[in-house]
C-alpha cells in the first residue's frame, strides 16, 4: 500500500510540476495576446513569449555566449522570416527578411525608436537613438558640417593620419604580441577624442577610455539597477563621463575671447556655435549626447570593423594582394609634393571600398537595431500565410541585420568572404543596410569609412600581423570578436 501510494504521489507530483511549467510558460504569451482581443492577433508570427518577466532573455543569452547567435531563431526565421518572442521585458518582433526591414526602417509614421532601455538610457535621452522624427531630423541638420562635412571631415583626416601612422610603428617595435584589437580600439579612441575635444583630449584620454568600456558593457545588458550587473556600472560610468564632458563645455563657455569659427578645428567648439532657423543653439545635454554616442559609433565599431577587414583579408592571401596592389599603385601615383594619403586617393579605392562592405555585411558589427510600433502595423514576408503578419501596437520591433546580410537568397553563399561580389553592382533595395537606412541612418558613416579607408591603407602597404591563435574562438557581445581579442604582433613590411 504505502510503495503504490509513494508511486501515485511521485506521479502526481512530476504531472503537477509538468503542469505548472506549462502555465507558467505560456503565461507570458496568454497575457500580452490576450491584451489585443480584437485585433489581428491571429497573424502574429510563430515563436513564443517565454517565461514571465525574463521571456526569452535566457535563451538568447546563451546562443550569443556559446558563439551562435542565429540558432535564437533559426528554426522560425529561415521559413519566415519573422518570429516574435520577448526580450529585454517587452513582447517584440524579430524581422530579418530585407523586404520587411526595410518598410520598418524607413517608416517613420508607423515606428518609433524602441531601443532598449540600457540602451537609450545610457546613450541618454537626447542623443539620436531616442529622439522623435522631428528632433531628429533638427539635430542631424545642426550636427552634420561638424560630424562629416567636407571641412570637418578634412581637417580630422590630418590628425587621423598622424596617430594611426604613430601608434602602427610603436605597435611594431613591441617585444611581445600585443592584443590587436585592443591596440586598435585604442587609437579610434584617441581620434575621436581629438574629433570632439581636441588639444584637451590628451590628459583625460585614458581616464575617458575606461569609463567608456564599462558604458559599452552595459550597453545590451539587461536594465538591472544592482551592484554587480553591468548595467549598474555602466550607469556609474555614463554619470563619470557626462561631469568630464560638461566640464570642457563649461570651460569653453566661459572663455573670454571668441575664437572665429573657421578656425576652430574640435567639434566641441563647433556644435556650441551652430544653431537652427529659430536662433535654437544645442544645450549642454544635447552636445553631450552626442559626443557620447559618437563615441560609440566612431569608437567600437571601427575598431571592430578594422581588424575584421585585416582578418578576412590575411584569411584570403588572394584578395588581400589585390588590396596591397591597390595601394601601391595610389602610392607610385602621388606626387612627391603630397604628403600622406589625401581625400581624393580614398575616392580612387575601388577595391578596398568592396573590401570594407564586404567586412561590413559579413561582421555586421552592429548586429541588430530597434523599433516600436506606433500603431498596428500589417507587413509583408516571404513565404508567411496570407502574405503578412500584424506588429500590434506598442510591441518592439527587432531588426536582425545578420538575417538580412547573410540572407541566401541576397547573397550566394552568404557567410563567405568575397570582395568580388560587388563587382556586380549593388545588391537590391534593402539587402544592405550596415548603418541602418532612411531617416534614421547613422550619421557618423562618412568617418567611420574615412577611418576605415585611412587605417587600412597604411597598414596594408607598411606593416604584417602574424596571430598567434589563428582558429580563436569568436565572441558576440557585446560585439563580434576574436575571444583572444587577436592576440598577435605587428612587425614592419620588408617590400615597401
Not at 520577448?86 to 525608436?113: H, N, Q, W
Request: hydrophobic letters at 40%; one cysteine or more.
Amino acid at each position: 500500500m504505502e510503495l503504490e501510494f509513494g508511486f501515485w504521489f511521485f506521479t502526481a507530483s512530476v504531472g503537477g510540476l509538468v503542469a505548472v511549467c506549462f502555465v507558467l510558460k505560456r503565461a507570458n504569451e496568454w497575457y500580452h495576446v490576450s491584451l489585443l482581443v480584437g485585433k489581428q492577433n491571429h497573424s502574429l508570427p510563430p515563436g513564443d513569449l517565454g517565461w514571465p518577466l525574463i521571456g526569452n532573455m535566457l535563451s538568447y543569452l546563451i546562443a550569443f555566449k556559446l558563439g551562435r547567435p542565429d540558432s535564437f531563431i533559426a528554426n522560425f526565421v529561415t521559413r519566415t522570416g519573422a518570429y516574435k518572442a520577448y526580450l529585454f521585458g517587452s513582447p517584440t518582433i524579430i524581422v530579418t527578411a530585407p523586404e520587411t526591414c526595410r518598410p520598418v526602417l524607413m517608416d517613420d509614421a508607423r515606428f518609433k525608436p524602441g531601443w532598449p532601455k540600457s540602451t537609450s538610457t545610457l546613450m541618454g535621452r537626447k542623443s539620436f537613438l531616442g529622439l522623435s522624427a522631428e528632433e531628429n531630423k533638427r539635430l542631424r541638420r545642426l550636427t552634420a558640417a561638424p560630424i562629416s562635412g567636407q571641412r570637418a571631415l578634412s581637417a580630422y583626416h590630418e590628425f587621423m593620419k598622424d596617430v594611426i601612422v604613430s601608434s602602427l610603428d610603436e605597435l611594431a617595435k613591441a617585444e611581445k604580441p600585443v592584443e590587436f584589437l585592443t591596440e586598435i580600439r585604442k587609437i579610434t579612441f584617441k581620434v575621436i577624442m581629438h574629433i570632439f575635444l581636441g588639444g584637451e583630449s590628451g590628459p583625460m584620454t585614458e581616464s575617458m577610455e575606461e569609463e567608456y568600456a564599462r558604458l559599452n558593457c552595459g550597453l545590451r545588458a539587461m536594465a538591472i539597477n544592482l551592484p554587480g550587473f553591468a548595467y549598474h556600472k555602466a550607469l556609474k560610468a555614463r554619470k563619470n563621463l557626462v561631469k568630464i564632458l560638461r566640464d570642457v563645455i563649461d570651460r569653453r563657455r566661459a572663455k573670454k575671447e571668441k575664437v572665429l569659427l573657421h578656425e576652430k578645428m574640435d567639434m566641441v567648439d563647433l556644435l556650441l556655435d551652430v544653431e537652427d532657423d529659430n536662433g535654437r543653439k544645442l544645450d549642454d545635454e544635447e552636445i553631450t549626447d552626442v559626443i557620447l554616442m559618437y563615441l560609440n559609433a566612431g569608437h567600437e565599431s571601427t575598431a571592430h570593423a578594422t581588424l575584421w577587414a585585416i582578418l578576412f583579408l590575411y584569411e584570403n592571401p588572394e584578395y588581400l594582394q589585390k588590396a596591397k596592389a591597390e595601394q601601391e599603385e595610389i602610392l607610385r601615383r602621388r606626387s612627391s609634393m603630397e604628403e600622406g594619403l589625401s581625400l581624393s586617393e580614398i575616392k580612387q579605392m575601388e577595391y578596398l571600398s568592396k573590401v570594407i562592405d564586404e567586412t561590413l555585411r559579413v561582421v555586421n558589427v552592429s548586429l541588430f537595431t530597434y523599433r516600436e510600433a506606433k500603431t498596428d502595423v500589417n507587413v509583408y514576408v516571404r513565404n508567411f500565410p496570407f502574405q503578412g503578419f500584424t506588429i500590434p501596437k506598442g510591441w518592439k520591433v527587432l531588426i536582425w541585420f545578420r538575417g538580412v546580410h547573410l540572407d541566401p537568397e541576397s547573397y550566394q553563399n552568404p557567410k563567405e568572404f568575397n570582395p568580388s561580389r560587388w563587382n556586380e553592382g549593388k545588391p537590391k533595395k534593402g539587402a544592405f543596410i550596415p548603418f541602418g537606412t532612411g531617416s534614421r541612418l547613422c550619421p557618423g558613416s562618412d568617418l567611420t569609412k574615412l577611418e576605415l579607408s585611412t587605417f587600412l591603407h597604411y597598414f596594408l602597404l607598411h606593416y604584417e600581423l602574424e596571430r598567434l591563435n589563428p582558429g580563436c574562438a569568436v565572441g558576440y557581445l557585446p560585439h563580434t570578436r576574436p575571444k583572444d581579442n587577436c592576440l598577435a604582433k605587428v612587425k614592419k613590411s620588408l617590400s615597401i
